[in-house]
Each structure stands twice: as C-alpha cells, then as structure tokens.
C-alpha cells in the first residue's frame, strides 16, 4: 500500500496549491480519502473527506470555502485545490485513505505560507 502526496511548497499569502496523492496497493473506489495537516507543535486535524463516490464531501471550518477536495478513481488520485491561503494553512499535510478498520496515511507533503 502507497499513498503519495505532492504538490506542496511555499506560497505566498493569498496564494493557491493544489495538492495530490496518488494511491496504488489497495482498491481505491472503495475508500473514503481525507487529507489532514499538522502544524508545528500541534495536533492533527481533519482538513477535508471525501466519500468513495466522490458525492460527499465535508470540511474543517477553518477550509470552507477556501479548499476544495476532488477525487478520480481512474486515477487513484485524490486532490487538495487550496485557495486564499494563509500563514495559519502552514503545516504538513496528508492523506489517509479509509474503510472500516483499514486505515492508511500518506508521508506528507509541506505546505508553507509567507505572509
């Protein structure tokens, strides 16, 4: 099982990423994808989720309207399309796939945000 997280980097205030992560090792259609952060000193947190299908999506309050979450399935890809970003959105972010008691994370990627 593999999950890869790319697309992460340095940006400006105001600024967009749009982070990927590729998954191989698992049926990918049949799990739920989330990308969560962790900033420096604090704990994890969801960010956003996404359903198998793709039909429901939910986010960290912090996100709404800033992050969108997308998945396809033909390419065992999940993405993070993160807009007006801020200082606060600095942190390392990563994919966990889920189903039942399966659960699977990615390394992370870091996304860094200069004001």
């Known amino acids: 099982v593999q999950l890869v997280e790319s697309g992460g980097g340095l940006v400006q205030f105001g600024g967009s990423l749009r982070l990927s992560c590729a998954a191989s090792g698992f049926t990918f259609n049949n799990y739920r994808m989330s990308w969560y952060r962790q900033a420096p000193g604090k704990e994890r947190e969801l960010v956003a989720a996404i359903s198998s299908t793709g039909d429901n999506t939910n986010y960290a309050d912090s996100v709404k309207g800033r992050f969108t979450i997308s998945r396809d399935n033909d390419k065992n890809t999940v993405y993070l399309q993160m807009s007006s970003l801020k200082p606060e959105d600095t942190a390392v972010y990563y994919c966990?796939?889920?189903?039942?008691?399966?659960?699977?994370w990615g390394q992370g990627t870091q996304v860094t945000v200069s004001s």
């Open positions: 966990r796939a889920g189903l039942l008691v399966r659960i699977y």
